[in-house]
């Protein structure tokens, strides 16, 4: 599959090959799903509640729109042969989707456009142990960045793309690693397992450590398959991408900080419950 | 009933400034660090073959924590002014000793021990090494006698008959 899609590179085409298209519709799927689905919660919703702010709407869209192009299309066909491309790919799959579907708090879409029993039911699910477990800032970092180390540094990226199943499953966890490494860091939705501000600062800091220290041993030692000229690339487009990324999620944590510690008046208490983030 | 002045409760907050500032200053000149000599110049390169590992777990640990010092010290900054806390020149001491102490660890552990890469790849590498590092030393001794002016000035202020 490696050397067919590199005689279709050099031919300066892109075509789909079955090989390739059916992994990037079952990727691609689920993501135009839950756009579907969360237009038609905003339209639900409004009818029922005040009006959804847009800038979520706005944001989900974005976000679901930079997990396809990662999975599916031009960026994905060249992410199979250009490392370069991959790594702009995992940066929008992994860290730039996960972001802005969090600021777009799907959540409380979901739980205010439910009937009352089933919201019940999900607040519940969200309550229970194994979501305490994989919202805890220093798991999910474990499964996000652990899983990029595991991903670059043994023979897993080449056989991702010699085995079906296995660029799957790697693309599926990519994203949600990055989901819940984004949700556990700052709370835009309900979260009921939340952890101190000095707690989720170190592990961020602790986190975005091992990233850029991966981006860096990219450079220097490129995974199998990878020219160096490739691997030096994408290990800057890794380090410099995550950096502006990283960025958003300090503001926002430290912003909620910021809200949160305010030297309170009573007034300040009773309007503090109200904000989201 | 008094009229509070402005920034009356800054001796209260007086930690909080000068760590407010110490960490704005490790933020900051990392920030000028990697803008200048990595992206402008192109003197620094972004992995040096010579990089001992222990030089690459501490260049990626001071990277992550300087992106997280500069934002999280300008909210503590922010923070001490909503509080009528901030005290200017304890603040200014706190970024002169931050940005002098990375500068002076950047300067010998992490390029001269750590090897993780050289401030520029000329011959006579150490006038540069010597200018950066008492550059450091300079910034330090000025924030260490600031906060030192200003201890004298809260011990006279607490002198003060009530």
Redesign the interface.
Known sequence: MNLNNYILHIDGAYFFTQEQLIPQILLALPFVLTLVMYILAVIVSNRRHKRWPLYRTVCWIFGVLFAIISVAGPLANRALVDFTAHMFGHLFLGMLAPLLMALAAPMTLMLRTLTVPIARRLSKMLRSRLSRMLTNPIIASVLNIGGLWLLYTTSLYSLMHDYFLLHLIVHVHVFLAGYLFTISMFYIDPMPHRVPFLYRAIVLCVALTGHGILSKYIYAHPPNHVTINQAELGGMVMYYGGDIIDIVIIFILCLQWFRATRPRTRLAIFSNCFISY | MAIKNENDNRFYYSNRNLWAGILFGIGIVAFLDETIFHQLLRWHH??D?STTDIG??S???F???S??AT??GL?IY??LR??NGLWITKWWGGVLIGAGGFQLYDGIIQHKLMRIHQIRYVENVIIYDLIWNVLAVVMIVIGLSLIKSNKQQAKEVSDEPQ
């Open positions: 972004f992995y073959k690459l777990i260049d990626g640990f990277h992550a924590f992106w997280f934002i999280g909210f922010a923070d909503r509080r």
